[in-house]
């Protein structure tokens, strides 16, 4: 879709020397079905939760999908070392617990299976809606009801 890399989203918590990253991805590959206009991805797939050293180099991902890696240094003209992610026993657990915390906020608020008609929406093989099976409220059953109409 775009010839670009972006970073994931991050959290820089300087008082541990630490940052968070939160790895997501777009979802879909059409560009005006799976984007908006200006190519913002309608839909993201969440993957993995990591804690670098504050300095340690930062990661991206090319915008057509393939994971993330150590971001190309343009000045030096050459990659970086790649940096292994902390180990969870290296950070604290307050640390982890807030991190977690934000993270669930996202997901739990972003998420499809939270939106009935998100739900009736999403025609991309690629999405999974694993939050089919959440008990409905009445507004969501008539919903659900009206679109078998």
């Known amino acids: 879709m775009v010839d670009d890399e972006y970073p994931p989203a991050t959290l820089e918590l300087p008082q541990w020397n630490l940052r968070a990253e939160f790895w997501i ?10 984007t908006t206009d200006a190519g913002t991805y309608l839909y993201v797939a969440t993957d993995q939760v990591r804690f670098y050293a504050i300095d340690a180099p930062a990661n991206s991902a090319h915008a057509g999908g393939g994971g993330y890696t150590t971001a190309y240094d343009w000045q ?17 657990p307050l640390v982890f617990s807030e991190v977690m915390r934000d993270v669930d906020l996202f997901v739990g608020v972003a998420s499809v299976s939270n939106d009935p008609l998100g739900m009736m ?3 991309s093989g690629a999405i999974m809606t694993t ?19």
Not at 83 to 88: A, V
Not at 140 to 147: D, E, K, N
């Open 25 to 34: 991805e777009g979802a879909g590959d059409e560009y005006g079905a799976d």
């Open 131 to 149: 939050g089919a099976r959440t008990v409905l409220g009445n507004s969501q059953r008539q919903l659900r009801h009206a679109s078998r109409c």
């Open 76 to 92: 030096r003209r050459q990659r970086p070392v790649e940096h292994e992610p902390l180990l969870l026993e290296q950070i604290p």
């Open 121 to 123: 929406a999403v025609t």
